[in-house]
């Protein structure tokens, strides 16, 4: 490559692409080059790029190794762009789904979503006893209806095990706020609910936590740094908040995040690093870190994450739990920071499939005063005790990108999805999805631009408040131009008009959650972040889809590695199909269950002694 010069790609109409399992498209694997930076060396970097001749150099090589000019910049790309990816709604005609009447208060959508329960409690396919059971929003709810255990209880058992995660000894990094007044007060109403037989809903008293990039009183909004809740005070609470509020959720704090999101580990160099539950020396996953983490140590059976680069799914897989990202739009994103507005969508991280179906009926649907003059986008929910029955499912599959992960991941997954294939008899159809690491390098433009925009008013004022990891993320973002972002939005049309293809030959497409497992937390990177651009992109590299082009996905915990670090397979759907979605994630879980074990740091809430 020159200097100053990088190949022209001229991209194939979409038509003329093949998509078959025949295709001569070439599999074109991440080329990350950027050395893992940490301490002095990332200080430097960032000092770098932030002088003004120096810097523009730089990030032009930078962009260029990368291969974004080649792909990108450069690039000459027929269809027209697209900028938000909102789907249509199209009843899809799913199998075994009970739909949800819209106009139902958040209560009574979550009775629906009970009524689609198993009545018994679920065993594994094989018969084999499990080694190890969470406890679900329905064991909360009869805990309490029994009187043997009440909020008030685990609420208190909850600030203890939070403080004890706090200590020198742990460090977990769980969260950057929580009020125990306010924690206790929502607990004491719910237990005076339960004492007078009136609990609002099964929701009643559970306790849930909240990623710190969502609007929730009486705390500040940090997105995980030290200064935008100054900038942008929180006044009022999410949509989702306010619909989880009516249920009787205890809401118990702001969970850590990797800051302002701009990255994949969890490391936040203000609020620590968020540590695994399965081994507090590795990673959680970011940028949901901490809200997968609470989840997978017990503390609750839920937390709600937002996920613009599979901020949701990507430290769900790594910690050994479900993550759910509906369709974009599905969920308001009112009072949500604004930091990618086109990519970013609230998402459900729970300990199992259904406490993401419950929590999912909660918070879904529309504001009616804000419904678009289109139809409504209707709701189902899976009738789980009927997935058995479920027939003719396909899923699709690219077999290079499927496996163009480590070599643990590869055979956990390919092992998971045999079983699943073998059980049910659903049918696998080879594909090939093209353009996918360039679809990578589209979303990195695109998210990059978006949150550049939404701080651009606040960064000079506030340089030196940000961790040095995203300062240097943040000059990388505020690079590309308005033609990359153009360029980018037209390569979303292209892979949208790819997968809707695919889409009408499969119902799903599957594949690994993430590339590796979770990767160690090195002690240089605690005080000023770490910038891993070839871990990050391994991480990230099955979860654009979902994002770019605005689909449902969901990643369920299917084994361990060599080291025991937890392992997730995802099922990508159809605009508005979560349903299905849910229904598979269901199916693999059963098939998965006996084989879940315990995380070495794990607190029993609901224990009797």
């Not at 081994?279 to 996953?285: C, K, L, M, P």
């Not at 209707?378 to 990108?401: R, V």
């Amino acid at each position: 490559m020159g200097l100053f010069k990088s190949k022209r790609v001229v991209y194939k109409p979409v038509k003329d692409v093949n998509l078959g399992p025949d295709s001569t498209e070439f599999y074109l694997q991440a080329n990350v080059k950027a050395p893992r930076m940490t301490g002095i060396l990332v200080k430097i970097v960032a000092w770098l790029l932030e002088c003004r001749i120096i810097g523009a150099f730089l990030l032009y090589i930078l962009k260029g190794n990368n291969l974004i000019h080649k792909y990108i910049t450069n690039a000459d790309i027929e269809e027209p762009p697209l900028y938000v990816p909102l789907h249509h709604f199209e009843d899809h005609k799913e199998q075994e789904v009970k739909s949800l009447d819209l106009a139902l208060t958040p209560p009574d959508k979550v009775q629906v979503a009970i009524d689609c329960l198993p009545t018994t409690l679920q065993r594994p396919i094989n018969g084999t006893k499990p080694s190890f059971n969470r406890w679900t929003i329905m064991d909360y709810f009869r805990a309490y209806s029994s009187g043997d255990i009440t909020p008030h209880m685990v609420a208190e058992r909850f600030i203890a095990a939070v403080d004890e995660s706090s200590k020198p000894t742990l460090q977990m990094g769980f969260f950057i706020n929580y009020n125990v007044e306010d924690i206790l007060r929502q607990a004491n109403e719910s237990t005076l609910r339960y004492q007078k037989g009136e609990p609002i809903s099964v929701l009643d008293g559970v306790p849930v936590a909240i990623k710190d990039e969502i609007d929730c009183l009486p705390y500040p909004t940090t997105g995980g740094t030290k200064w935008l809740h100054k900038q942008r005070p929180c006044t009022d609470d999410a949509c989702c908040i306010k619909r989880l509020r009516l249920c009787g959720a205890v809401l118990v704090g702001k969970t850590n995040m990797h800051e302002l999101g701009a990255g994949t580990s969890g490391i936040n160099p203000h609020y620590g690093a968020t540590r695994n539950p399965h081994n507090a020396s590795r990673i959680a996953g970011g940028s949901s870190s901490g809200s997968a983490a609470v989840v997978s140590a017990g503390l609750c059976p839920v937390a709600l994450g937002v996920d613009g680069g599979g901020s949701v799914r990507m430290p769900a897989a790594l910690c050994g739990i479900v993550g759910l990202k509906p369709t974009f739009s599905r969920i308001p994103h009112s009072g949500v920071i604004p930091l990618n507005w086109t990519v970013g969508m609230v998402g459900i991280l729970a300990g199992t499939v259904e406490d993401s179906l419950i929590t999912y009926a909660a918070i879904s649907g529309e504001i009616p005063s804000r419904q678009p003059s289109s139809i409504p986008a209707k709701i189902n929910l899976p009738l789980l005790p009927l997935t058995k029955s479920i027939s003719k499912i396909k899923l699709a599959k690219y077999g290079k990108w499927f496996d163009d992960c480590s070599d643990d991941v590869r055979i956990c997954c390919s092992g998971a999805l045999n079983k699943l294939q073998g059980h049910y008899g659903w049918k696998i159809v080879d594909v090939t999805i093209p353009e996918i690491e360039v679809m990578r390098l589209a979303h990195y433009s695109t998210i990059g631009s978006e949150c550049n925009t939404s701080l651009d008013y606040f960064q000079d004022k506030n340089l030196a408040d940000f961790g040095w990891d995203a300062r240097v993320a943040l000059k990388i973002y505020g690079s590309f131009s308005s033609m990359e972002y153009i360029k980018a939005q037209k390569i979303r049309n292209r892979q949208l008009q790819f997968h809707k293809k695919i889409f009408s030959e499969a119902d799903i497409i599957v594949s690994p959650t993430t590339g590796v497992t979770a990767y160690p937390i090195q002690d240089d990177a605690l005080k000023t972040g770490e910038l891993d651009y070839v871990n990050g992109a391994a991480l990230i590299r099955y979860s654009i889809a979902g994002n770019f082009l605005g689909l449902p996905a969901v990643t369920v915990p299917v084994g361990y590695d060599k080291l025991g670090l937890p392992i997730g397979l995802q099922f990508i759907g159809r605009p508005w199909a979560e349903a299905t979605l849910i229904h598979l994630a269901f199916a693999m879980q059963t098939i998965c269950l006996s084989e879940y074990r315990k995380p070495a740091i794990f607190y029993d809430l609901l224990r009797t002694n």
